[in-house]
């Protein structure tokens, strides 16, 4: 199981992702441009001392990732608030890839259509959306909890 960001805007976000992966034993993947320089204090602040503990792969655009994706032959999962399956009602396998969008525009639409599945979490209506960690954290939290327990 691995996650993806498609141009991160916000350190802190990433930060706090990057850290989940490190704690869940997930892959992260950041495909460029991100909206902050890796080195940014934010970043680090919000990784601390687990950014050595996962393991990162930066893409530099959509297409090389796309063409990483395809060698590997992963699923490729987006998250996002124009989807019509419920994230919980999804079958997930141990080779996805959960993506996530950009904190300030989502994804494109080559994204989108690249996309095996497009999912969603369901909030009160009238709502915008859920912070991009807590979404991470959230499919993360499902998908592992479907992979590492299928009786569940």
Not at 43 to 51: E, P, Q, S, T, V
Not at 52 to 74: I, M, P, Y
Not at 80 to 106: C, N
Request: glycine letters at 6%; proline letters at 4%; a neutral charge.
């Amino acid at each position: 199981m691995q996650i993806a960001l498609f141009q991160p805007d916000i350190a802190q976000n990433t930060g706090t992702i990057l850290r989940l992966c490190a704690c869940l034993g997930m892959a992260a993947h950041i495909i460029e441009p991100a909206g902050f320089p890796v080195s940014d204090r934010l970043f680090r602040r919000a990784g601390m001392d687990y950014l050595d503990h996962v393991s990162l792969t930066r893409h530099d655009s959509w297409s090389k990732f796309e063409e990483w994706r395809a060698a590997q032959g992963n699923r490729l999962l987006l998250f996002t608030t124009r989807a019509a399956t419920d994230y919980r009602d999804f079958h997930y396998q141990t080779s996805d890839i959960l993506l996530f969008g950009r904190e300030s525009a989502g994804v494109t639409d080559a994204v989108v259509e690249a996309a095996d599945a497009r999912l969603v979490i369901p909030i009160t209506p009238g709502l915008r959306s859920l912070n991009v960690a807590m979404t991470a954290a959230m499919a993360a939290g499902e998908a592992l909890r479907q992979t590492r327990n299928p009786q569940a």
